[in-house]
């Protein structure tokens, strides 16, 4: 019997230009209201003049394992879909926002109809064979998604082959999205 499918997504750090094509790929895809954005750009520099590094990051809902959005809401209106994909069901999310308080990484908002959005992954273009919005347009290749229980998928050969680390580890949300450094 084949594994179920568990959808992840490989950020690579050294490619990524910080250009905002994933996030204009994603609000035209979804069509995102204004001021709506289900993944960001985040650059972080450190160190001490003149020794500085900086990363880029393409950022989004980490698709947690583990995911605490889940359990603090009190519809079932965030829940766990096919490929481990964390949905939210418009219909039955109330707003309260409880979810937003329990996420760590802040990849959630308030949609002008009321209910809470965030990345979906793309579900309706994978359930069609097609990689996610943000992937497809980036133009450095720096986004790769794909299932992660499959070995010889992209994204499963990439983690194998790349030291990787994800956001806010501490939080021990089983992300499913990493960053390749």
């Not at 947690?64 to 490929?83: L, N």
């Amino acid at each position: 019997m084949a594994a179920m499918k568990r959808f992840g997504m490989a950020v690579d750090t050294r490619r990524c230009v910080g250009c905002n094509a994933c996030v204009i790929a994603c609000k035209t895809e979804n069509a995102l209201p204004e001021g709506g954005f289900r993944d960001w750009v985040v650059q972080e520099v450190w160190g001490t003049f003149p020794d500085l590094s900086m990363q880029i990051r393409s950022e989004r809902c980490n698709q947690c394992g583990d995911a605490p959005c889940v359990g603090a809401c009190p519809t079932g209106a965030s829940h766990v879909a096919d490929g481990g994909v964390v949905l939210v069901n418009a219909a039955k999310c109330t707003g309260c926002k409880a979810c937003m308080a329990s996420c760590p990484y802040g990849a959630r908002y308030v949609h002008p109809g009321g209910h809470v959005d965030k990345c979906t992954f793309c579900l309706h273009r994978t359930a069609r064979g097609q990689v996610t919005a943000c992937a497809e347009v980036c133009p450095t290749r720096s986004l790769t998604f794909g299932d992660l229980s499959d070995p010889t998928s992209p994204v499963s050969r990439l983690l194998a082959s790349r030291r990787h680390e994800v956001v806010k580890p501490e939080a021990g949300t089983k992300p499913n999205v990493f960053f390749l450094v």
